[in-house]
């Protein structure tokens, strides 16, 4: 059974909730198929005409905004604690994520934005943006745009060309993988090339320690329990 086929049974039976589950949770942080799942239903809508067009489109918008919502606070409060606590196992260390939320603190908006229209980013970027400290003002209205724009973008596109939009869908989607590709490929070139830079910048931006000392420090072992002790 396919994912339309599938996805089309749940919507004759549960209707919108598919869609404000399947956008909310992709939204949230787990790679599911919520485009494919807001596709499906407006072509739902415009095949059988028990769902509105323009319902659907709203649902998905809210269902991404609120979802990007959560995930944003679960990386703020959750991810960012475990990032201090544990990114020396990855090699994270505080200057890298002072360049980090330096790059959020500059480019957030668009990768927040343009993120909505990318299968990975759409899945992460509201996680990354929590992890990063960005601006939650300044996170929430992006996010609000590009929610509203990708789900009227899909959704009505979706119900006004009617089956054909899978073929766009497919070609949109590869577009957008090789954009996200060519995005990361050019942002690891300029981040080896411009690190020196960056931390420079990233510390004066935001000098001394990112948090006072205490507030999130690394697990100690017994034994260097014992000898502060």
């Given amino acids: 059974m396919t994912t339309a086929v599938t996805v089309g049974h749940l919507l004759a039976v549960y209707g919108y909730w598919v869609v404000v589950v399947a956008v909310g949770v992709e939204s949230l942080g787990v790679p599911v198929p919520g485009e494919t799942t807001l596709i499906a239903a407006a072509l ?9 067009p323009v319902a659907v489109v709203v649902v998905a918008a809210v269902a991404a905004m609120v979802g990007d919502n959560i995930g944003y606070a679960l990386g703020r409060v959750g991810g960012y604690r475990l990032l201090r606590r544990y990114g020396r196992y990855l090699r994270v260390d505080e ?4 360049v980090g939320r330096y790059l959020f603190d500059r480019h957030g908006p668009k990768v ?11 899945t992460y970027a509201a996680f990354l943006a929590g992890i990063n400290k ?3 003002w300044r996170f929430l209205v992006y ?3 590009g929610a509203i724009v990708w789900a009227t973008l899909f959704g009505g596109g979706a119900y006004l060309l009617g089956s054909g939009v899978h073929r ?8 957008g993988g090789v954009v996200a590709v060519a995005a990361i ?3 690891v070139i300029v981040w080896r090339r411009q690190m020196g830079a960056l931390r420079e910048r990233a510390e004066a931006a935001y000098p001394g320690p990112l948090e ?12 260097a329990r014992r000898r502060s002790g």
């Fill in 44 to 52: 739902y809508a415009g095949s059988r005409h028990r769902l509105d």
């Fill in 95 to 98: 200057t890298k994520i002072k």
């Fill in 112 to 122: 927040v934005f343009l993120g909505r229209f990318v299968s990975i980013l759409r």
């Fill in 134 to 136: 960005m601006d939650w």
């Fill in 143 to 145: 996010n609000a745009l």
């Fill in 168 to 175: 766009l869908g497919t070609v949109l989607s590869v577009i």
């Fill in 185 to 187: 490929v050019v942002l």
């Fill in 212 to 223: 006072p000392p205490g507030v999130i420090d690394p697990p100690r072992s017994p034994r």
